[in-house]
């Protein structure tokens, strides 16, 4: 799946763009795919709030101050991202998690990894990072908790998988590189928790950051073959091919 409109413009966004392509047509099988389009929308976005709701309740029977802190600033995300275009690194991170959760849902979340991450929040968190709203130490945290719940969508059974992927690092069309801090980020935080799932890659080519590349090499020192590397011209030549 593609994130990229969906954190410019939101859920709200996705839904009034699908409710204008609705008005005037008549292709019967079209507007049963908008239509279809639209209840998922209006589904995700009560899904969300939903979980808004809940974590609400649950600050406000909560006696310890930290936490209660914590699950109001979980609500207030959720309850934003229903809606609206997200506007912080967590916000934006949160609203990938729900889109990516309803694919699992619906059950086409086979082998899914949710598309560049590091280059879709890389503007949240400069941002963020320029507001002084999130440090690199919160920002490994969650990627932390990210790659744990990816983990709790991995299934493995007699007769099926359910496996998950998260891909960082890659080139621009003209070969130029695309790592960034949320690269090495990524990286750290899924082999700090050294878990066979996700599946972890690094887009690897010529001009790769070296030092991102070492750092990927120190990596494999540890418990796990992660992250694996796949050759980013070899691979798409392979898939046209």
């Not at 003209?174 to 690094?202: K, Q």
Request: some cysteine.
């Amino acid at each position: 799946p593609s994130y990229g409109q969906l954190l410019r413009i939101g859920l709200g966004g996705m839904l009034k763009r699908v409710q204008r392509r609705q008005e005037g047509e008549t292709d019967a099988d079209k507007r049963a795919f908008l239509s279809a389009a639209e209840n998922m929308l209006v589904g995700v976005s009560e899904w969300a709030l939903r979980y808004g709701e809940f974590l609400k309740a649950q600050a406000d029977h909560c006696a310890d101050a930290g936490r209660k802190a914590e699950l109001r600033q979980m609500s207030r995300v959720c309850t934003n991202v229903a809606t609206a275009a997200p506007e912080t690194f967590r916000e934006a991170m949160q609203l990938i998690w729900f889109v990516h959760q309803a694919v699992h849902i619906e059950g086409h979340g086979y082998s899914c990894t949710p598309d560049r991450i590091d280059q879709l929040l890389l503007p949240f968190y400069e941002a963020d990072r320029q507001a002084g709203r999130i440090d690199d130490e919160e920002t490994l945290r969650l990627c932390e908790n990210f790659v744990l719940k990816q983990y709790d969508n991995s299934f493995w059974g007699p007769e099926h998988h359910l496996t998950q992927g998260l891909c960082v690092s890659g080139s621009t069309a003209d070969g130029e590189d695309l790592t960034n801090r949320l690269s090495w980020l990524f990286v750290e935080g899924h082999t700090n928790l050294t878990l066979p799932e996700p599946l972890l890659w690094i887009r690897w080519h010529r001009k790769i950051d070296q030092e991102f590349f070492d750092f990927c090499l120190s990596r494999l020192e540890l418990s796990t073959c992660f992250p694996m590397m796949w050759n980013d011209n070899a691979i798409p030549n392979g898939l046209m091919e």
